[in-house]
């Protein structure tokens, strides 16, 4: 009986220690997703050019643009190609003062 608690014991701690071993500092995965997007109201030309479709032209039309409501905008007042938009409406946020 002892050795068949002791097994368990040790079964039990084997499956936590992943548990211990995570970084406790490490900032969520949202956090890293809202520092990691590109807000288009305040963008600078080069990191707009650093999305996929975007070039010079784009990139000056995004900023002449400004400010939006909405990252749709870029859409709707037909800045982007939908195609284009699909590429980056996940690396993107439009935001306001």
Request: charged residues 35%; positive net charge; aromatic residues 6%.
């Amino acid at each position: 009986m002892k050795k068949w608690i002791a097994a368990a014991a040790v079964a039990l701690f084997a499956l936590s220690a992943p548990t211990f071993a995570q970084d406790k500092k490490a900032p969520p995965a949202a956090e890293k997703r809202a520092e990691a997007l590109i807000d288009i109201n305040s963008a600078s030309r080069d990191e707009l050019m650093k999305l996929k479709g975007i070039g010079d032209a784009r990139a000056d039309a995004i900023i002449k643009g400004r400010p939006y409501k909405g990252k749709n905008e870029l859409l709707d007042k037909k800045i982007v190609p939908s195609n284009v938009y699909d590429d980056i409406k996940d690396k993107v946020i439009a935001r306001q003062k």
